[in-house]
């Protein structure tokens, strides 16, 4: 079953639960805000209850987008005075694309820099009052920063934005600083290397936990595309292995916004098996609490490929911590068991203890996985 009462409407402007509960949904999706926007692109329109909270929603995103343009300016003059610069990626970089910047809200904000620049940064935030937090996550960044004011966002650095199966990190400052785009405050990546970096993020990082927002991320990205920029993806994609989650990830954004594909665009990526499909459509419906990310991190199915699993689990990313001194490291550890209780345990439970929900993520992460390691030849 891949619909739901929210979807219809999403496609129809057709209303079958109390609008209350569609604001809460499209809340939770971060997708209030682009309501407006819906229903101008498919010719309905919004009742007056939910014109209303669609305004509030852009309200409050240019408030955000102010005190965002604020920490920005002084996250500026910190990366200027240590001679670094500074590369934003993933969500605020993504938002820059959008047609109205009201229409796409954060959740934190994401810096790439190299190994020695990151422990130098970190470093600086540090003393400017971000506070250091730890936490048994895996996103291949330092432990992410609280900010000192309110109104700023939680900032990440990150050494790389993703890694492979055998855990080699990829889209690392080193492989990507070449390429570099200036924005009106900040760098970013080129257009090619950041829709790959989004689609793994929501593709194979998330397994489609995050919800419906990358597609839109990835719709406007590419909105001014010609032949040549695709063709360029599917070059850059073909190298990275990832040809099969670019194929993914565009049938699903053509679904989530009933746009089908061009053809000359979709010859140029693996079709999705049906089952895969239909799997991953369950994940973004059901969007149910965590499940364990075995299928993602497990290297091989081995007895050395569950031990570098353990590992892993255990003490965290060993590139990424080769970011952290020495003091970091031990804190890193000390607090290490804490966000494994908090991030794993309850998942783990959830799935051994035969809950439904978490079951069928589970056989829908696995058929996912299986399909997208194929490509890596695992």
């Given at each position: 079953m891949?619909?739901?009462?929210?979807?219809?409407?999403?496609?129809?402007?057709?209303?079958?639960?109390?609008?209350?509960?569609?604001?809460?949904?499209?809340?939770?999706?971060?997708?209030l805000p682009l309501l407006g926007w819906r229903a101008e692109q498919e010719g309905w329109s919004l009742s007056?209850?939910?014109?209303?909270?669609?305004?509030e929603a852009r309200y409050r995103a240019l408030a955000e987008q102010l005190s965002v343009k604020r920490q920005i300016?002084?996250?500026?003059?910190?990366?200027?005075s240590l001679d670094i610069p500074l590369v934003i990626v993933k969500g605020i970089a993504a938002g820059q694309y959008y047609p109205d910047l009201a229409w796409r809200s954060y959740r934190d904000l994401d810096i790439l820099a190299s190994l020695s620049a990151a422990a130098r940064l970190q470093n600086a935030l540090e003393e400017v009052g971000y506070r250091v937090t730890y936490a048994g996550q895996r996103a291949w960044h330092l432990p992410a920063l609280t900010p000192p004011h309110s109104g700023f966002k939680t900032v990440e650095v990150h050494t790389a934005m993703a890694r492979d199966q055998m855990g080699e990190l990829l889209f690392t400052f080193s492989q990507?600083?070449?390429d570099l785009i200036d924005?009106?405050?900040?760098?970013?990546?080129?257009?090619?290397?950041?829709?790959?970096?989004?689609?793994?993020?929501?593709?194979?990082?998330?397994?489609?936990e995050i919800g419906f927002l990358p597609f839109l991320d990835g719709y406007f990205l590419t909105l001014e595309w010609g032949m040549e920029e695709w063709q360029a993806l599917a070059t850059e994609a073909a190298?990275?292995?990832?040809?099969?989650?670019?194929?993914?990830?565009?049938?699903?954004?053509?679904?989530?916004?009933?746009?089908?594909?061009?053809?000359?665009?979709?010859?140029?990526?693996p079709t999705p098996p049906d089952a895969v499909l239909a799997a991953s459509k369950d994940l973004l419906v059901k969007r149910g609490k965590p499940t364990p990310h075995i299928?993602?991190?497990?290297?091989?199915?081995t007895v050395s490929g569950w031990l570098r699993y353990l590992s892993l689990v255990l003490l965290g990313d060993p590139k990424t911590r080769q970011g952290l001194s020495w003091k970091e490291r031990v804190?890193?550890?000390?607090?290490?068991?804490?966000?494994?209780?908090?991030?794993?345990?309850?998942a783990l439970w959830r799935l051994i203890s035969g809950d439904p929900e978490s079951r069928a993520a589970w056989q829908a992460r696995r058929e996912l996985m299986t399909w997208l390691r194929a490509e890596e030849g695992l």
């Open positions: 891949n619909s739901s009462p929210y979807l219809n409407f999403w496609w129809t402007g057709e209303l079958t639960v109390s609008e209350a509960a569609l604001i809460s949904w499209a809340r939770a999706q971060r997708l007056p209850m939910l014109q209303q909270a669609v305004q300016n002084d996250l500026l003059a910190i990366c200027d990507l600083q070449n924005r009106d405050q900040f760098k970013s990546l080129d257009v090619v290397n950041h829709l790959l970096v989004l689609i793994h993020h929501q593709v194979i990082h998330h397994q489609f190298r990275r292995k990832l040809l099969e989650s670019v194929g993914l990830f565009l049938a699903l954004e053509a679904w989530f916004l009933a746009n089908p594909i061009p053809i000359e665009i979709k010859s140029l990526f299928w993602r991190d497990l290297p091989t199915y804190r890193f550890y000390l607090q290490r068991p804490f966000g494994l209780a908090a991030n794993h345990i309850p």
